[in-house]
């Protein structure tokens, strides 16, 4: 079956400083991944996805993921945090063996200190 | 219109009633899906549709009905509501199933049932 885990409830980094929200996954076959982010009051925005190719993706807002297929991790980073990053990311995982299902996993807040 | 939305923002529902959410999308989107959002949980599939005229169960479908008469209308329905269906409901759509494409999600409808 499908599984998505971040560990962390919440991740606190002060401005400037580089951020990793971590998120690991379970699936059968070649996972998608995904990361999402939600503001208050928002629905999710997506951020960037992993389907083939480079193990380094880039996505919005100055956002990137490193997939690790031996670890079975797809942790968002980004070099330097801004305070209007803080907000609920959520990590999702989808196989073609598990159809069209999105597994999102449980998320993560992000607070950013200025 | 640009994008999904959702209607209403909000609603407070006397246990045993009917409600229907409703969700509308512009982008011409084959896939639409209804998510449930909890603390703790993270977003937990209702019901998805493919196409139109065709829906199919998710992981939390007890309780909730749908229909897909047309491309841009979901709507999810509670045909006696109880307490534990509070929550803020996502209506979510994507291009094409059998691709891994992103998702994009309305504003989301909070629900209070008591």
């Known amino acids: 079956a499908q599984s998505v885990a971040q560990p962390e409830d919440q991740v606190n980094v002060a401005e400037g400083n580089p951020l990793t929200v971590k998120c690991t996954y379970s699936v059968s076959g070649n996972p998608y991944l995904f990361w999402y982010v939600q503001y208050p009051n928002r629905g999710l925005q997506f951020l960037l996805k992993?389907?083939?190719?480079?193990?380094l993706v880039k996505g919005s807002y100055g956002f990137e993921a490193e997939f690790n297929k031996s670890q079975t991790s797809f942790h968002l980073k980004k070099p330097s945090a801004l305070v209007s990053d803080s907000a609920l990311y959520f990590c999702?995982?989808?196989?073609?063996?598990?159809?069209?299902?999105?597994?999102f996993g449980a998320g993560t807040r992000l607070f950013v200190k200025a | 219109i640009a994008g999904i939305t959702q209607a209403p923002t909000s609603q407070i529902l006397a246990a045993g009633r009917r409600m229907t959410l409703r969700c509308t999308q512009d982008?011409?989107?084959?896939?639409m899906y209804w998510y449930r959002q909890d603390l703790g949980l993270g977003l937990r599939l209702i019901h998805y549709?493919?196409?139109?005229?065709?829906?199919g169960k998710g992981e939390v479908p007890d309780g909730y009905s749908v229909s897909r008469a047309n491309t841009d209308d979901f709507p999810l329905t509670l045909a006696s509501a109880v307490p534990s269906q509070t929550s803020v409901y996502f209506c979510a759509s994507s291009a094409r199933d059998s691709n891994p494409l992103e998702q994009f999600f309305g504003p989301g409808t909070r629900l209070t049932v008591l």
């Open positions: 549709s493919n196409t139109a005229g065709t829906t």
């Open positions: 999702a995982v989808r196989s073609l063996t598990g159809g069209f299902k999105t597994i």
């Open positions: 982008m011409r989107h084959n896939a």
């Open positions: 992993y389907i083939t190719g480079d193990n």
